[in-house]
């Protein structure tokens, strides 16, 4: 039965300059006339994700793991029902939407579609990821078809408070494509922008945490195109995008800091994943445990699948991280039950065998140490991330098991969008 390791490190981490803040809040609110949201509907698209089944297929429990599985589960009610992924999407460029990073899998989106809810269709393709804030730029292949209105920013109000009138405009799909109008009056998101003073800012609405293993929900938010208190296009709300702002950071959300912010091309992100992989290859090392056998007994929970009725394996394969010269951490959780049973630990290290011995398990995260005979592992602590992680920020993700009888290494990559 093959293991997996799921590491995560950081991709970028970039922080833009904070801004100067100043302006008086406003009165007397006004809501958005029909006249006012209708000038908005050219820079509102649809969104579709069409999605395929994956070419890596089980080839029984020996070739799946926990981590295919969670993927298949994600995709399947879209599978089988073929069905698309609905996403609602701002226009910024002629041939460019900007919406929410779905974090969907390359193995299993077929292609992509925008719809500008005036009839016109076109394919598109994922150019680029926001760094700042978790959204992603989509390119149209045909933009002529669409027709868009890119919007144009104003400078955002220099100090924002409670009492300051936003108003948020998005696209749903309700009985039929609509813009939903609503005014911001109590922003949802607070950041500091100077000091200890708190500064009241506006942001999306508040979602899950995304994970590209987690579920898709049955139709993704649209991004909230915020107004001021004049109605003119100030910013964009993408959910949690004020998460990670601390003193002397900018709220994520000024339309100008989005268009103009870091960004980082999915030719870009392939490069860095496929050198990520080489490199933690070199690394991650395999581990073979293999158990006492009892006949006439039965062991409870056992790896991903808890089951009274399961026999203790014969033998299973790790991988993990050397920490030291002699100790390696595996991020898999070992049952109490067959760590009483393990029979023998083999390590391979530079195509030998070195015996090992089990350390222990953590308390508080599903993982466990393996102690070597020898100091013959090189520690990879260059490659990992020092300190709490960050949030926002695109991360990549390592998966290691063991198909076709071999170790294989995937980089994805993920974000992580609770503080929590």
Not at 130 to 137: A, K, Q, Y
Request: glycine share 6%; aromatic share 8%.
């Amino acid at each position: 039965m093959p293991s997996l390791l799921r590491l995560i490190l950081p991709l970028l981490f970039l922080v833009l300059a904070a801004p100067a803040l100043s302006d008086a809040p406003t009165s007397d609110t006004q809501p958005l006339s029909h006249d006012e949201i209708q000038r908005f509907i050219p820079s509102f698209v649809q969104i579709k994700y069409h999605f395929k089944r994956s070419e890596e297929k089980a080839q029984g429990m020996g070739e799946w793991s926990s981590f295919n599985a969670e993927s298949a589960a994600r995709y399947a009610p879209f599978l089988e029902q073929k069905r698309a992924l609905y996403a609602g999407g701002i226009a910024i460029a002629p041939d460019q939407v900007m919406t929410f990073d779905a974090l969907l899998q390359d193995e299993y989106l077929d292609y992509i579609e925008i719809d500008n809810l005036r009839g016109g269709i076109s394919r598109a393709t994922r150019q680029s990821l926001l760094l700042d804030s978790p959204g992603m730029i989509l390119k149209a292949d045909e933009p002529a078809k669409l027709a868009l209105q890119p919007l144009a920013f104003a400078e955002p109000a220099a100090s924002v408070s409670p009492e300051n009138t936003f108003y948020g405009l998005s696209f749903r799909e309700e009985n039929g494509k609509a813009l939903f109008a609503s005014t911001l009056s109590k922003p949802a998101s607070i950041v500091t922008s100077t000091g200890d003073k708190m500064t009241w800012l506006p942001g999306g609405s508040r979602l899950p945490v995304l994970s590209r293993v987690g579920p898709l929900p049955n139709a993704a938010d649209c991004p909230v195109l915020l107004l001021n208190s004049d109605k003119q296009p100030v910013g964009i709300g993408l959910p949690e995008n004020a998460l990670n702002a601390t003193p002397g950071q900018p709220p994520l959300w000024y339309g100008k800091d989005l268009l103009a912010g870091h960004s980082l091309s999915f030719v870009q992100l392939d490069e860095i994943q496929k050198k990520a992989e080489r490199d933690f290859d070199a690394v991650i090392t395999e581990v073979k445990i293999t158990f006492r056998q009892r006949s006439e007994d039965k062991y409870g929970t056992y790896f991903d699948f808890p089951d009274a009725s399961t026999d203790a394996p014969q033998e299973v394969y790790f991988y993990g991280l050397p920490v030291s010269e002699k100790t390696l951490f595996i991020p898999k959780r070992l049952s109490r039950n067959l760590a009483k049973i393990i029979d023998r630990i083999t390590v391979s290290v530079n195509g030998h065998d070195v015996s090992g011995k089990f350390v222990g398990a953590f308390n508080d995260v599903g993982a466990f140490l393996i102690e070597l005979d020898k100091p013959v592992l090189k520690p990879a602590s260059d490659l990992m991330q020092k300190g709490a992680l960050p949030t926002v920020v695109p991360l990549l993700t390592i998966h290691a098991e063991r198909k076709y009888g071999r170790k294989s290494i995937q980089a994805h990559y993920d974000r992580v969008l609770h503080s929590e």
